[in-house]
């Protein structure tokens, strides 16, 4: 039977845009999630985030956000910490790095980015560097990381995408997340979709709660608003990767 599978990643403590997506998923009927992972970091709200993936995602994949603040590799996220308290500071560090599973007789491969991958690699990256994340013999890949949707034949080896970011997206000044449209489970050849969606949110509200976390000692609070905003990553002006 024919089923939808919503892939969110990249939440990253943004609660308005989280809950604009799950809006979204619930009225589409759709009651599978799967999370590849950065469900902390970066924004205010990362108890908040964390807690609705917990509840709502069969696995969390683990981001490099949510391995530096589960296994403090920062002193300057001491307000992650705190906001997330040990119970969900220890979770972070247990989470897989990847699953690979099959959908219409397609096997597939997902992950966050970083750490399977060395840097945060674009969609549109050079063939050659994107390849060895077939193998041995997968014909699907899907990642996160770089907050950026896309999707690409990538010559002979199978097809690419890029799930884009819930709660941090570039590009697009929306929250982000893919649908896996087919047959679940099954190695016979099925229709098989994979569906892009943009969701408006409440970014006044989402700003408003980083200004906030700021007073609060959120670090870079000003660059997270300003990424809100602009949809470009603020670190490089607008050219950087996450």
Not at 100 to 116: A, N, V
Not at 194 to 215: C, H, S
Request: net charge negative; proline share 6%.
């Amino acid at each position: 039977m024919m089923t939808e599978i919503a892939l969110v990643a990249d939440l990253h403590g943004n609660w308005p845009a989280t809950e604009a997506v799950d809006r979204d998923i619930r009225a589409r009927g759709i009651r599978r999630i799967w999370c590849l992972g950065d469900v902390v970091g970066k924004g205010p709200s990362s108890d908040r985030t964390f807690d609705w993936a917990a509840e709502s995602c069969e696995f969390i994949l683990q981001g490099n956000w949510d391995e530096g603040i589960g296994r403090k590799q920062f002193p300057h996220d001491q307000f992650y910490y705190d906001q997330l308290g040990e119970k969900r500071m220890e979770a972070l560090t247990q989470w897989p790095y990847e699953h690979e599973c099959f959908i219409s007789g397609r096997k597939i491969r997902l992950f966050h980015g970083r750490s399977i991958m060395p840097a945060p690699y674009y969609i549109h990256e050079p063939t050659e560097l994107l390849a060895p994340y077939f193998l041995p013999d997968y014909q699907v890949v899907g990642y996160a990381d770089v907050h950026r949707q896309g999707l690409r034949l990538l010559g002979s080896s199978g097809i690419l995408f890029n799930t884009g970011s819930v709660g941090n997206g570039f590009g697009v000044a929306m929250a982000q997340y893919a649908i896996l449209r087919g047959v679940p489970d099954s190695r016979e050849p099925a229709p098989f979709d994979i569906v892009m969606v943009t969701v408006p949110y409440d970014r006044e509200q989402a700003i408003r709660d980083t200004l906030e976390a700021g007073k609060q000692g959120m670090p870079n609070a000003d660059l997270f608003e300003r990424e809100i905003r602009t949809a470009l990553y603020a670190r490089a002006n607008g050219r950087g990767k996450p």
